[in-house]
C-alpha cells in the first residue's frame, strides 16, 4: 500500500525559508507525478507547485512562482519544497500527492495518493 509523509513544517518567521520533504514508499514512485497542494484554515485546498514523472514540466500557481521551488530525488523516493521569501499568506497544511503518469496537474482529483500534511505558520 502507498504511503505518502510529509515533514519539515513549522513555524517562520516572514522573510525566512523552509523545506519541505516528502517520502514515500509501496509504489514505484519515478513513475509518478508530484505535487504540493496547501489548505489554509477556513480555505478550500489549492493547487502549490507540481512536478510531472519524466520532470520535463514543472508549474508554479501565481502566488509562489519565483519563491517555491519543487524537486524530486528519484534515488530516495522523496519530493521536496523548498519555501523562500515566506508570506504570512502562506500559512497552511501542506500535502504532497502523487499521480501514476502524471504529466504535472493542477487538479487535485488527479493525484491517487496524498500524505496527511504538515503545517507550515508564518508570522508577521
Known amino acids: 500500500q502507498a504511503h505518502l509523509v510529509e515533514s519539515g513544517g513549522g513555524l517562520v518567521q516572514a522573510g525566512g525559508s523552509l523545506r519541505l520533504s516528502c517520502a514515500a514508499s509501496?509504489?514505484?514512485?519515478?513513475?509518478?507525478?508530484v505535487a504540493w497542494f496547501r489548505q489554509a484554515p477556513g480555505e478550500e485546498r489549492e493547487f502549490g507547485a507540481c512536478l510531472s514523472w519524466r520532470q520535463d514540466n514543472a508549474g508554479y500557481t501565481d502566488s509562489v512562482k519565483g519563491r517555491f521551488t519543487i524537486s524530486r530525488d528519484n534515488a530516495k523516493n522523496t519530493v521536496s519544497l523548498q519555501m523562500n521569501r515566506l508570506k504570512p499568506e502562506d500559512t497552511a497544511v501542506y500535502y504532497c500527492a502523487a499521480d501514476e503518469y502524471g504529466g504535472g496537474s493542477w487538479f487535485g482529483g488527479a493525484y491517487e495518493y496524498w500524505g496527511q500534511g504538515t503545517q507550515v505558520t508564518v508570522s508577521s
Open positions: 509501496g509504489l514505484t514512485f519515478d513513475s509518478y507525478g
